[in-house]
């Protein structure tokens, strides 16, 4: 069973408009969550986190929020960039190293 | 970049032969983790290792084996490789077990 799920495959913003990416996750016991970027050919890149005990983080551009109780975390990435072109996948844990991803959103920045 | 190779990058392969694909680190991380990607699923844990010789099973373990006789190599096993392990291997470390991991740049497998 999927316990991480972004279900949207794609998104397509334009340059300096915000982009928000979703997911879902079904495991209330989950206390750590992440995202990661990767570009076609190379691995996925660490990107943001946010521990249960937090509602928002946030790096620069991103900012990850976090709904525990409708199990549901974003990430808004403003202004969005061409170079911001990716696949974003969601990931969350339980105090433990299995460590579960989301399908991944595809993220297309158009000049 | 964190020291995180794997190798082979590429590799084809006929059913039924055995597979071993390595990971190598620099960084001296304690947790290393084999994780394979396909399409609609994201990338989904194989095994992991805690420590040398130290490791544990991850959600799709069945038809893998792994060791780690040195803290820097964690080898993934195929010891009879079928078309449903055709894949993108990924190899992570981590010094903590927590927090964001590093990835390498993936092997892809193609079993025929």
């Known amino acids: 069973d999927q316990q991480v799920k972004q279900n949207s495959p794609s998104l397509s913003v334009q340059e300096g408009r915000i982009s928000i990416l979703n997911c879902d996750y079904t495991?209330?016991?989950?206390?750590?969550f992440l995202w990661y970027k990767k570009y076609p050919a190379e691995g996925p890149t660490f990107l943001i986190s946010?521990?249960?005990?937090?509602d928002k983080n946030e790096d620069g551009r991103f900012t990850v929020f976090l709904n525990k109780s409708a199990k549901h975390l974003s990430l808004h990435i403003v202004p969005s960039q061409p170079g911001d072109s990716a696949v974003y996948f969601c990931a969350a844990s339980v105090m433990s190293n299995d460590m579960r991803f989301g399908a991944g959103t595809r993220l297309t920045v158009k000049p | 970049d964190a020291g995180i190779t794997q190798s082979p990058r590429h590799k084809v392969t006929e059913t039924g032969t055995p597979v071993t694909l390595r990971c190598h680190q620099t960084?001296?991380?304690?947790?290393m983790y084999w994780y394979r990607q396909d399409p609609g699923h994201g990338l989904r844990l194989i095994h992991y290792s805690y420590g040398v010789k130290d490791t544990d099973k991850g959600e799709v373990s069945d038809g893998y084996s792994v060791s780690r006789s040195k803290t820097e190599d964690f080898l993934l096993t195929l010891e009879s490789a079928t078309s449903s392990q055709t894949s993108v291997y990924f190899c992570a470390i981590s010094a903590s077990g927590k927090g964001g991991y590093t990835f390498g740049s993936g092997t892809r497998l193609t079993v025929v």
């Open positions: 960084e001296n991380h304690r947790y």
């Open positions: 495991n209330s016991m989950f206390d750590y």
């Open positions: 946010i521990s249960s005990i937090k």
